[in-house]
C-alpha cells in the first residue's frame, strides 16, 4: 500500500492545498476532492444518516498498515476520532464507514445537501453510497454559503472525520494497473469500431487527447463518441468518472 505517498497527501489535505491522487479518474471519491452537485432541488437536509449506511453488510478485507506506515502517522497529525479508528494498525471496512458517514453527517449539519452516487446509471441517494468496488461516493452543496465558505466547511468537516481514512481505504481498494489498462483497451476498441483511429493500447494521454482539446476545457473532435465509449467502460469495470 502506498501509505507513505497517502500521508504527504494528508498534510497537503490540512493545508487546503487541492490533490490528485493518480491520473485515472476524471471524478474522484469523497475525501481526495470534494465535488460540487448541481442537479436537483438545494435545501438543507437532516440526514439522521447511520455508519454504513445500506452497506453496513457488506465486507471487504481490511487494510493492515505496517508498523513503518503507523509511525508515519500521530494522534495529533489525525485527530481524535481518527486516531481511533487506525491507532491498532488495522483499518476495517465497519471503520472506514463510520468515518465517512460522519463526514456527511457533519455536512449535513452545517446546512448542506448530501448526494450519493455509485456506478453510472445508478440512482442517487441522500447518503453516501457503496460502490461495487468497496468505495462510499457522494457529493455535496450549500448553496446559502459562498464559494469559499463552502470550501472551508467542507476541508473542516473532512479533517475532523476521514481525511486520512478515506485517502487510504481509496489505495487499499483501487484498481490494479493491469485493470486501468484493459479498461484503456476498452475504450480504444470501442472508438475504432466508431471509426476513429487509435492504438490497440491506448494510454490515458492518447485517450483524452481523443476526447478533449489540449486546454482540457473544449470538446475534442471525437468528444461525443468519446463520450459514449467512456461511459460504457465506466459502466463494466465500475468506476465512476473514468476517461483513461
Known amino acids: 500500500m502506498k501509505l507513505r505517498r497517502l500521508a504527504t497527501s494528508f498534510r497537503c489535505l490540512r493545508s487546503g492545498r487541492k490533490v490528485r491522487v493518480g491520473a485515472a479518474y476524471a471524478v474522484t471519491a469523497v475525501g481526495v476532492l470534494m465535488l460540487t452537485w448541481s442537479g436537483g432541488a438545494a435545501h438543507a437536509i437532516k440526514t439522521g444518516m447511520t455508519s454504513g449506511g445500506s452497506g453496513a453488510s457488506a465486507s471487504f478485507d481490511p487494510l493492515i498498515l505496517s508498523a513503518s506506515q503507523k509511525a508515519s502517522l500521530s494522534q495529533a497529525k489525525l485527530g481524535d476520532f481518527q486516531w481511533s479508528l487506525v491507532s491498532d ?29 455509485a456506478s453510472p446509471g445508478q440512482p442517487a441517494s441522500r447518503e453516501p453510497k457503496l460502490t461495487q468496488r468497496g468505495e462510499y461516493k457522494f457529493v455535496s452543496r450549500n448553496t446559502k454559503l459562498s464559494a469559499d465558505a463552502s470550501l472551508a466547511a467542507q476541508l473542516q468537516c473532512r479533517q475532523q472525520t476521514d481525511s486520512f481514512v478515506q485517502m487510504a481505504w481509496e489505495e ?12 484503456r483497451n476498452d475504450i480504444g476498441k470501442c472508438l475504432r469500431a466508431a471509426g476513429i483511429s487509435v492504438s490497440d493500447a491506448p494510454s490515458g494521454d492518447e485517450l483524452r487527447r481523443i476526447g478533449w482539446q489540449p486546454s482540457g476545457q473544449q470538446a475534442g473532435p471525437a468528444a461525443p463518441e468519446f463520450e459514449t465509449c467512456a461511459r460504457e467502460v465506466q459502466v463494466r469495470y465500475d468506476l465512476p468518472g473514468f476517461v483513461g
Open 172 to 183: 487499499h481498494v483501487a484498481p490494479s494497473a493491469e485493470e486501468l489498462q484493459r479498461a
Open 89 to 117: 494498525g488495522v483499518l476495517t471496512f465497519k471503520e472506514y464507514g463510520r468515518a465517512v458517514f460522519a463526514e456527511a453527517q457533519c455536512l449535513a449539519d452545517r446546512g448542506f445537501e448530501v448526494v450519493g452516487f
